[in-house]
């Protein structure tokens, strides 16, 4: 399994069917995802988002991703744990052209939650979320992600949070 999904991730650099000059072009599918990890005082969370999208217009994506996250509390045994899964919906604008290597975004995103604490409490809700951040291109139609996002929950949870993210995305062509 991992070697399929290695193989789809890097299939994309050697392919020579995307234009190499029109990354985020109107028409394109954004497939990628990313990882994050958050530290403060009070909880530690680490997570990752499959996202799929398409570009209505030049620089300007929507699609859907899904979120696993797991988050501890405290800083002294017993430590008090919590995993929340989201689907939700984003918009994402490029700023650069199309061409450019490096593409500053900005992005937003709302969905619903549902959350299990290790005392099998339950909890589902609606989160919110603004990030902003740059795709450095890697090759033709692949680039490495990095953001700084803030996280609002509408729940009992997880009131807000921020931190940062990294991933990858894959852009297909027409």
Same mark, same amino acid.
């Given at each position: 399994m991992r070697f399929v999904l290695l193989a789809a991730l890097l299939l994309p650099l050697a392919s020579g069917a995307q234009d190499a000059t029109a990354l985020t /072009?109107?028409?394109?599918l954004l497939i990628g995802g990313s990882a994050s990890l958050t530290v403060s005082e009070y909880f530690t969370s680490y997570g990752v988002s499959p996202r799929v999208g398409v570009f209505l217009a030049d620089g300007v994506a929507v699609g859907a991703r899904v979120s696993a996250t797991r988050a501890t509390f405290g800083s002294q045994a017993p430590r008090a744990s919590l995993? =929340?899964?989201?689907? #939700? %919906? $984003?918009? /994402?604008?490029? $700023?650069? /052209? %199309? #061409?450019? /290597?490096? =593409?500053p975004f900005v992005s937003a995103a709302a969905g619903a939650f549902h959350a299990r604490s290790d005392g099998s409490e339950t909890s589902t809700g609606y989160t919110a979320e603004a990030a902003a951040g740059a795709m450095l291109r890697l090759g033709p139609n692949v680039g490495l992600t990095g953001e700084a996002y803030y996280l609002h929950g509408f729940n009992d949870f997880i009131e807000h949070q921020g931190g940062l993210r990294g991933g990858i995305a894959v852009f297909l062509g027409r």
């Amino acid at each position: 399994m991992r070697f399929v999904l290695l193989a789809a991730l890097l299939l994309p650099l050697a392919s020579g069917a995307q234009d190499a000059t029109a990354l985020t /072009s109107k028409g394109n599918l954004l497939i990628g995802g990313s990882a994050s990890l958050t530290v403060s005082e009070y909880f530690t969370s680490y997570g990752v988002s499959p996202r799929v999208g398409v570009f209505l217009a030049d620089g300007v994506a929507v699609g859907a991703r899904v979120s696993a996250t797991r988050a501890t509390f405290g800083s002294q045994a017993p430590r008090a744990s919590l995993t =929340q899964l989201t689907a #939700e %919906p $984003f918009v /994402s604008y490029y $700023f650069a /052209s %199309p #061409e450019a /290597s490096v =593409q500053p975004f900005v992005s937003a995103a709302a969905g619903a939650f549902h959350a299990r604490s290790d005392g099998s409490e339950t909890s589902t809700g609606y989160t919110a979320e603004a990030a902003a951040g740059a795709m450095l291109r890697l090759g033709p139609n692949v680039g490495l992600t990095g953001e700084a996002y803030y996280l609002h929950g509408f729940n009992d949870f997880i009131e807000h949070q921020g931190g940062l993210r990294g991933g990858i995305a894959v852009f297909l062509g027409r």
